[in-house]
């Protein structure tokens, strides 16, 4: 694990540079005592990434450290060589090294259905959203979001009104929890279901690594449903595309023939009446 953490958070490494070493090398022991050059012949990490190796070989002993002291606060790292990740991520071609875990993983054997759209919801589509997310829950079905304003949480909030499962992915690390007003809410969730990030508890938050969660989000789902599609939603639409890569039904709650929902529609979302469907969906499983 420590090893994994090294490579991950100090020289950068991303998953599939990461899987393209471990081909290489066999386990993580075996890329950590490569040379440098060897290491960039695999995957071409640059002067800069040789630079940011060497320094994580000086201070491995702090980066042991520091996993350590993570697991001790209530945080559970999980690699992606370990018999618990969760098997859904696997799917994807870029699944995340290392996850970080506060609360407890879904049960696989169970049903999981992302609930996402618009962070600009008005509240007739945040409402929508919590009737989607209280009536999967009340199916026994996962509800899996990413936290963030409008649609997600009303689909995480949904889900704990019928004291159901749910799962939050966040684009930060656990001590910057955004939006910072759902920092409630991610406590709750905690407490019945789980909240995820591929990112270490100090992490901060960037627009990239908010679009990157939406294919953990996908991945641990086995369908999508897009609540709200706004012309300005990137995350949703990455959404949509991160399904169609892994052949998962998306289905689209259409209330407006806008160009998002149109793109959506071409791309193979299928449109659904606004009155919650459950049943549709899941039939679809």
Same mark, same amino acid.
């Given at each position: 694990?420590?090893?994994?953490y090294?490579?991950?958070?100090?020289?950068?490494?991303?998953?599939k540079?990461?899987?393209?070493?471990l081909?290489?090398?066999g386990?993580?022991?075996?890329i950590w005592? /490569?040379? +440098?050059t060897?290491i960039?012949? %695999?995957?071409?990490? &640059?002067? @800069?990434g040789?630079?940011r190796l060497?320094?994580?070989?000086?201070?491995?002993?702090?980066?042991v450290a520091e996993?350590?002291?993570i697991s001790?606060t209530?945080?559970t790292p999980?690699?992606?060589l370990?018999?618990h990740?969760p098997k859904?991520l696997q799917?994807?071609?870029d699944?995340?090294t290392?996850?970080?875990?506060?609360?407890d993983?879904p049960?696989?054997?169970?049903?999981?259905?992302?609930?996402?759209g618009?962070h600009?919801?008005d509240?007739?589509g945040?409402?929508?959203?919590?009737?989607?997310?209280?009536g999967?829950?009340?199916r026994d079905?996962i509800v899996?979001?990413?936290?963030a304003?409008?649609?997600?949480g009303?689909?995480?909030t949904?889900?704990? /009104?019928? +004291?159901?499962?749910t799962?939050? %992915?966040i684009?930060? &690390?656990? @001590?910057?929890?955004?939006?910072?007003e759902?920092?409630g809410?991610?406590?709750?969730?905690?407490?019945?279901?789980?909240?995820?990030s591929e990112?270490?508890?100090?992490?901060e938050?960037t627009?990239v690594?908010?679009?990157?969660r939406?294919r953990?989000i996908v991945g641990?789902s086995?369908?999508?449903v897009?609540v709200?599609?706004?012309?300005?939603t990137?995350?949703?639409?990455e959404?949509i595309r991160?399904a169609r890569d892994?052949?998962?039904?998306?289905?689209l709650?259409?209330t407006e023939?806008?160009k998002?929902?149109?793109?959506?529609?071409?791309?193979g979302?299928i449109?659904i009446h606004?009155e919650p469907?459950?049943e549709?969906?899941?039939?679809?499983?």
């Open positions: 694990m420590a090893i994994l090294a490579l991950s958070t100090m020289v950068r490494l991303g998953p540079r990461m899987i393209a070493l081909i290489h090398f386990d993580p022991r075996g005592e /490569a040379s +440098e060897e960039d012949d %695999v995957v071409k990490i &640059g002067p @800069d040789i630079d060497e320094e994580a070989h000086d201070v491995f002993d702090r980066l996993i350590e002291h001790d209530g945080t999980i690699s992606f370990d018999a990740y859904r799917r994807l071609p699944p995340p290392i996850i970080y875990v506060r609360g993983l049960d696989p054997s169970k049903t999981a259905v992302a609930v996402v618009t600009l919801a509240a007739e945040i409402a929508d959203a919590v009737a989607w997310g209280k999967l829950a009340e079905v899996v979001s990413g936290l304003r409008g649609i997600d009303g689909g995480h949904g889900a704990l /009104a019928a +004291e159901g499962n799962v939050a %992915v684009g930060s &690390g656990f @001590d910057n929890v955004y939006p910072p759902h920092l809410l991610a406590k709750e969730i905690v407490r019945n279901g789980a909240l995820i990112y270490p508890p100090r992490a938050l627009k690594q908010l679009v990157l939406n953990i641990l086995d369908a999508v897009v709200r599609l706004h012309e300005d990137k995350g949703s639409m959404a991160r892994l052949a998962l039904p998306v289905f709650v259409a023939i806008n998002a929902e149109q793109r959506a529609v071409a791309k979302a449109p606004r469907d459950f549709l969906v899941l039939n679809y499983l």
